[in-house]
Every structure is written in C-alpha cells, then in structure tokens.
C-alpha cells in the first residue's frame, strides 16, 4: 500500500534554514502537499506541487521534488519560533475510485530555539 | 467565518455510548472528507462525500461508524458503543471541484472515551 515516510523531529536555531524531508511510496501522484499543525489546532495547507515541477517557491518556503527517487522536501528560510510545529508531508495516491484523497506521514516536529 | 467547522470542539463520553460529531463544510464545496487522528499519527482517510453520495469508505470505518450527509451540504460522524480505542481527533475537510487543489481542514472534535 501506499506509505508516506518522514524523520519525526527537527531541531533549528531561530534565523537558520531548516529542511523538512519526505518519501513517498506512489509514483502516480499528481500533487504533494505540505501541511502545518500547531498545538490544538487543525491543519493548515503550507503549499503544495504538482508532480510535473521540480521547485516550488513561495516566500520563506521552497519545495523541491525528485520524482525519480521519490523525495519531496520542504526548507523554511530564517525559521522563526512562530514556525514551531509538526509539519507533514501528504500525497495523492491512485485509488481508481476518483475521492483524491490525502495519504499523510507521521509528520515532523519541528522545534525552533531562540 | 468561511472555513470549515466542527461541533463540538471536544467530547468526552464513556464507553459504549453513542457520539455524533458535526461538520460544516466551505458552503460551495461539494466534497467532504473525514478523517481521524491518535497521537502522534497523521490524519487517517475514513470517508468520503460528493455532494450527498458517499463514493468511499476505508476499511478503518467499522461498522459502528455510519456517515451521512443528507443534503450535500453539512455532515454528521456518529460513533456507536465507542471504544477507548475511539478516542482521537476527528477532522473534516473540504474542497471545490476538480482533480486536487487544496484541501480546507476544520479544527476537529476531540473525543475522549473512558
């Protein structure tokens, strides 16, 4: 079955780069999408690539996928104590049945000092 | 407030009692998700609506889990003879038509069985 693989923790000194990474398992998904998690809350979508691009830039964020080994990261330029959470990594499986839903990883905790 | 919303935000019930959760969804979206979360997990697909029909259900949905969403707009989760194993987030999420594109998460429902 489709698996989403992801480090659990990462650690970053506030005004660092940090880089979230990310294996997926399904060669035909369409989009991958990173989501945010703060403590009690729902999640929020980050950004997401369709599986034609190798880049993805918005911001502070740069998404970079290698389809070929199947390998999606996430780099958060100057992480601040604001982008503490648990960030993850999801993908389109083909399921054949047309509900595109979301397959998810464990997420990573990401915990920034100050 | 346009999101996606969830009631109630927490719920805490003994075992072998009967919880509903409630979702509304963005008001022009026809496709509603549900999924659950344990700690330290990412989200589990459950199930899946388009419009009124329910096009997908995982294997995760035993058969004390009933769905519904009578009139395609919002949807209601109810858990019968709850479990301690029940115990978890329950998100519901939402997105416009189309292939993919993003995916709008409530803030969940809480439950706790004792």
């Known amino acids: 079955g489709e698996d989403v693989e992801q480090s659990l923790f990462l650690s970053v000194r506030e005004g660092d780069s940090s880089v979230i990474n990310c294996t997926y398992t399904d060669s035909s998904s369409t989009y991958l999408y990173w989501y945010k998690q703060e403590p009690g809350a729902g999640l929020q979508l980050l950004t997401y690539?369709?599986?034609?691009?190798d880049m993805k830039q918005d911001q502070r964020l740069t998404v970079l996928l290698n389809k070929k080994d199947k390998h999606l990261s996430l780099r958060i330029a100057d992480t601040q104590t604001g982008d503490s959470a648990i960030y993850f990594c999801?993908?389109?499986?083909?399921?054949?049945?047309?509900?595109?839903?979301?397959?998810f990883g464990k997420g990573t905790k990401l915990s920034v000092i100050p | 407030d346009t999101g996606v919303s969830q009631d109630p935000r927490h719920k805490i019930t003994k075992r072998g009692q009967n919880v509903t959760f409630r979702c509304d969804p963005i008001s022009e979206h026809n496709r509603l998700y549900w999924y659950r979360q344990t700690l330290g997990q990412g989200p589990e697909f459950l199930t899946y609506?388009?419009?009124?029909?329910?096009?997908?259900k995982s294997r995760l949905l035993s058969d004390r889990f009933s769905a519904e969403r009578p009139k395609g707009s919002f949807s209601t989760l109810e858990i019968q003879r709850t479990e301690q194993g029940d115990s978890a987030m329950y998100l519901c999420a939402s997105r416009d038509r189309g292939d993919a594109g993003e995916l709008f998460f409530g803030e969940g429902s809480r439950l706790t069985v004792l």
């Open positions: 999801a993908e389109i499986p083909y399921s054949g049945a047309g509900s595109y839903q979301l397959t």
């Open positions: 690539i369709f599986s034609n691009m």
């Open positions: 609506f388009q419009n009124e029909a329910q096009l997908e």
